[in-house]
Each structure stands twice: as C-alpha cells, then as structure tokens.
C-alpha cells in the first residue's frame, strides 16, 4: 500500500515578504502531489489559502512573559553591560508543532513532513532524497548548533507524531527552561524517542533571523547609521552615547527637561533621569530625532565598574 505524505508547514506571516516566501514555498510542494498543511497565527490571504488542504488558523499566539526571557543579547562597552531581551517566543514554535500532531492523530497520514514557511530551497530539489524517505528524520541547520534538531525540516512517522502528541506540553517546556531555545527543547524529544537525528544534513531558512542582516553590535545602537560620531542605546530611565568618535554638543529633552551636554571622544555619557520616560528628543550636529521605549523589548544597562 503506498505510504500517504502530508506536508505540515510552520508559520509567521507578518510581512509582505514573508508571505511570498510562504507562497512560493506551496507552488514548490504542490509539485509532490502531497497534501499540505499549513498552519498559522495570522490570517493569510485567500490566494494563499486556497492552495492548501487543511488550514488551522490558531489566534491565540502563546508568546511568554519576561519572566522566562529566551532571546538576549548584550553588548560589554568601556564601564557598561548593555543588554537587550525579548519575552520567549520560543514555545510558540512547539505549540504548532504539538497543535498540528494532535489534529494529525486521527488522519490518514503514513509521515508528516514539517518544514518552516521560508525553507530555502535546495539547489538538489529542496532534498528531494529526504521527501522520499519512509522513516522519521531530523536534520540540524545551517545557522545552529551542529547537536541540536532544527525545526526548518523534519519528518515524523505516524507513531512518532503520537509521541509529540502527548509528550509535549507547556508545563514539560517551562519545567526544563533555562534559557534555552525550541530547537533545544524539540532535540530532547528526538533523543528520548530514538528518532534518527543526521546533525551533517542542514537546513536553512530564506529569510535571516530575528535581527535581519543587522550587525551584533547595531542592535544597540538606536541611530543605527543615521549618525557617525556617536552611538545611543536607552531605557526607560537611562540613556546612554557611547563609542564617541568626534567631539560635539548635543541637547536631550526628557520629561520638558534640557540636557545640554558635550561628547568627548571615547568617553561615554550615561544619563540617568530621576523620572521614567516614554519618549526623549535629541538634536545633534545632524538632525533632530525622537525616540520612544521600544515595545517589542526589554533594555537593560549595568555599572560593570
């Protein structure tokens, strides 16, 4: 009897680009004559929706709170510890994964093949080798750990799926975090279910991480390239100009407040408000600029010395 394949894609599609990879993506899997499922926590546009067969548009995105921090980053500079973290997001990558193995329990499926909306696509047919495979399978990525599951791609046979079915859960994932990513958490139960796990065939994704193309040290610099004598990071009580490169005066306003002040080549300045803000204007040598708390992240700035 020949082996039923369902393809179960993984995705985020806020932006217009991303949705074409995620259409782009279908078009190439159709070609398999396999059914797809495409799984989401944003409604996607019809033209997108028609060329799936089953659809689970799921609102209630589980993204957890700063108390479980997952994603940070930190930037040591002359006396400072700038650091930059995001609530954890990675348990919103398991949750469609266990969502869609339980509704894939009860279906007609031999393997379940998972991939990420925006898998690249392999010069060699986008592994074609891996498709055909009657086994259940996990690879590593081009941009992880080389002993760690990726979840860009891997392939669960019907038994396997069960076992994520029920072996999955929030309480599970938040009993073993410690600051560890989804791709961490899903390789313990590839290990644990003796899945066969090649960590020398990896995957990637199209569209570059969390950051983009911006450089580590960039994510901390809130002017990013807009000015080149100074750099600004900033929370809600401290702001702080840093990697000075030319002397110049420049005048914050926090609060209605006037802070005149005179940069000095490579000596940071940390100002340090009595009040909490929710926005400060800044007028330099090039322009005049506003800025706000940013909302999407939680910005820490430590005395090291």
């Known amino acids: 009897m020949e082996n039923k394949k369902i393809f179960c894609i993984l995705s985020y599609c806020n932006t217009e680009e991303k949705l074409q990879a995620l259409h782009d993506n279908i078009l190439r899997l159709k070609q398999y004559n396999y059914s797809i499922l495409l799984y989401s926590y944003l409604k996607v546009p019809e033209y997108i929706s028609e060329l799936v067969d089953y659809l689970i548009i799921d609102k209630d995105n589980p993204i957890i709170s700063r108390d479980t ?64 495979q009657d086994n259940s399978f996990a690879g590593s990525s081009l941009d992880g750990d080389f002993d760690r599951s990726s979840l860009i791609f891997f392939i669960l046979d019907k038994e396997d799926l069960k076992y994520m079915s029920h072996n999955i859960s929030l309480e599970d994932y938040l009993s073993k975090k410690d600051g560890r990513m989804a791709e961490d958490y899903f390789h313990d139960k590839v290990i644990e279910r003796n899945i066969l796990f090649n960590p020398n065939i990896r995957f990637s994704d199209s569209i570059k991480g969390f950051f983009g193309n911006v450089p580590h040290d960039q994510i901390f610099n809130y002017l990013h390239n807009d000015v080149s004598t100074f750099r600004l990071f900033f929370n809600n009580q401290i702001i702080i100009l840093y990697n000075i490169v030319e002397e110049e005066n420049i005048t914050i306003n926090v609060n209605d407040i006037d802070y005149n002040i005179d940069l000095k080549v490579g000596e940071p300045y940390y100002l340090n408000i009595d009040d909490k803000f929710d926005y400060f204007d800044i007028k330099y040598k090039e322009g005049n600029k506003r800025f706000y708390n940013p909302k999407d992240s939680y910005n820490i700035i430590r005395k090291i010395k």
């Open 69 to 132: 921090k997952a994603l940070w980053w930190y930037l040591t500079y002359d006396s400072f510890q700038l650091e930059k973290c995001w609530d954890d997001t990675s348990w919103t990558a398991i949750n469609q994964i266990q969502q869609i193995c339980k509704f894939l329990e009860s279906k007609d499926y031999n393997y379940h093949i998972f991939l990420n909306y925006d898998l690249i696509m392999s010069p060699d047919k986008f592994q074609e080798w891996l498709i055909h």
